[in-house]
């Protein structure tokens, strides 16, 4: 046949095409059509459609750059080889491999469709075609083709985190389809350490890993803290490849409090600042509530009414909401929560592909801030513990010429700031409080110092009064000019003791300024305005 009565077939065409074609069974557009089953229907600029290959209705008659004028497909069929050679190794060769000579820029798609059941799948491949052409030329080096997006998408790790008590276990039950994480109705975490589970879910290989929930309220929450910061980091490196989404789990019907905007707070100084925009997806567990509240509002329409803090939170995660009700068991309702689900997961696949490890020690200078705050307590302890003692000597009406307490404190003072310094070097956050043991420090010294030097003043006063009860014995002109000199020395110790109980009265401004503002005040201004700025 000529050029001009060719017929533009799909892949899966060519494929049924060929396997004819290597039965020595040439088998005309006509027959061909009358045995191929209805073809799913294309849309304009659709995967398949971009793919179509134009293809001879003879292809004994096939020719390198022949192309029809009417239809011009994006990928015209170049054979790099006649079709007759091909025959020598029918036997050895199926038919991915002769597509792969005949074709090899299609080998790629060729492979993608025979290798996938999943229709839902490439019908998303198809609806984000435009996306996902734009996307690969700066999307991760691991993503640079269709083929490669579905191998990636064919195998999905998850993270849940969240507040104890929102149902972050039994929704790692619902997605796998099995009992594998403890799950109670209880407000403290039943989940301890990180527990993980794998199933084969919707063609797709799922693994879910389950850290400890947050908000515990039978334990201090500084180690509470701690013990999350440590789960969370072995939940990183329990898996090596990274996870595709972090499922932040929320109850529906349950407020959003203050105590859940700091936990999104701390979880950004785990993870980063934007990993609630690039990695995380929310889940709302309870949707049977939902369901019982709003019968006839959808979850978007409901989600649009939302304000405050909620509807901030939304806004950073673009919309990727999810809801779940752990209860149903309604097979399609399953399915339609986990495609749901996969969808959104496929939408961060394209932008971000996964959160590694890499990404993680970015955010290691946020975390350390964290450990470091359960430590101000006790620094906060030590400083009020000197200053109070500091203003107890100050206060006594009799002068004590024992430093030894003093020195003691002294002591203190130097060791805190000497691991004050170690820490800072290491998290960088503490300057503000080692100026403010600086001054403690300096006061301390001044105070030591002024009793020294009453001391020595003492004894230079029992020197004199020693020397006033010999004075009789002595001449009265030798008397006159010791008398004179002691007198002159005298007013000399007095004018200096009154310069340094002057430097010692601004050291007690200093400390009762220091004290009308305590240190839990200037802790949470430093704490308040690092947050903000992050």
């Not at 301890?192 to 797709?204: F, M, P, R």
């Amino acid at each position: 046949m000529s050029g001009e009565s060719e017929k533009r077939f799909t892949v899966r065409e060519t494929i049924e095409l060929l396997q004819a074609e290597k039965q020595d069974v040439l088998v005309s557009p006509k027959q061909h059509a009358a045995k191929q089953k209805p073809a799913i229907p294309m849309r304009r600029d659709s995967f398949r459609r971009r793919q179509a290959i134009s293809y001879p209705s003879d292809i004994s008659k096939i020719k390198e750059n022949e192309t029809s004028e009417d239809t011009k497909p994006c990928h015209e069929y170049k054979p790099s080889k006649p079709v007759s050679q091909l025959k020598s190794n029918e036997n050895d060769k199926d038919v991915t491999s002769t597509i792969e000579e005949l074709h090899p820029d299609v080998s790629a798609e060729v492979n993608s469709i025979q290798s996938t059941n999943d229709d839902t799948t490439i019908e998303k491949v198809d609806q984000n075609s435009t996306l996902i052409t734009k996307t690969f030329g700066e999307s991760p080096s691991n993503i640079t083709s269709r083929s490669s997006f579905l191998t990636e998408i064919s195998k999905i790790d998850f993270l849940l985190i969240g507040k104890t008590g929102n149902g972050k276990s039994a929704l790692g039950n619902t997605i796998l389809k099995q009992n594998v994480f403890r799950s109670l109705n209880s407000s403290s975490s039943v989940t301890k350490e990180v527990t993980s589970a794998k199933a084969y879910i919707l063609d797709k290989t799922v693994s879910v890993f389950d850290a400890p929930g947050f908000g515990d309220t039978d334990g201090d929450q500084t180690v509470s803290n701690k013990l999350v910061l440590d789960s969370l980091t072995a939940a990183i490196s329990a898996n090596p490849d990274g996870y595709h989404a972090f499922l932040l789990v929320l109850r529906f019907g349950e407020r959003f409090k203050k105590e859940d905007e700091e936990t999104i707070v701390f979880l950004k100084s785990i993870f980063g600042g934007d990993f609630i925009r690039k990695f995380c997806i929310l889940v709302m567990t309870f949707g049977d509530h939902f369901e019982k509240d709003n019968q006839e509002a959808s979850l978007q329409e409901w989600l649009s009414k939302q304000k405050g803090r909620l509807a901030d939170l939304l806004k950073e995660c673009n919309n990727r909401v999810v809801l779940f009700d752990n209860k149903t068991t309604d097979e399609l309702k399953q399915e339609r929560q986990l495609k749901q689900l996969f969808s959104f997961v496929e939408d961060l696949v394209l932008e971000n592909c996964r959160y590694t490890n890499n990404l993680f020690d970015m955010a290691k200078s946020t975390r350390n801030k964290i450990l470091m705050g359960s430590n101000i307590s006790t620094y906060e302890q030590r400083y009020n513990a000197i200053l109070l003692n500091l203003k107890a000597i100050q206060k006594e009406e009799k002068l004590n010429c024992d430093t030894t307490l003093l020195k003691s404190m002294l002591q203190t003072c130097q060791e805190a700031l000497q691991n004050l310094n170690e820490d800072n070097r290491e998290y960088g956050c503490l300057q503000e409080i080692i100026n403010q043991f600086k001054y403690l420090e300096e006061a301390v010294n001044a105070e030591i110092d002024i009793r020294n030097r009453l001391s020595a003043y003492k004894c230079e006063n029992d020197l004199v009064q020693a020397i006033r009860k010999s004075r009789d014995q002595l001449a009265k002109m030798q008397y006159q000019d010791l008398a004179k000199r002691l007198e002159k020395e005298k007013m000399e110790y007095e004018e200096l003791y009154k310069q340094e109980r002057k430097n010692v009265t601004e050291l007690e401004n200093k400390i009762r300024d220091l004290y009308k503002k305590p240190m839990a005040q200037i802790i949470k201004s430093k704490l308040d305005s690092y947050f903000k700025s992050s």
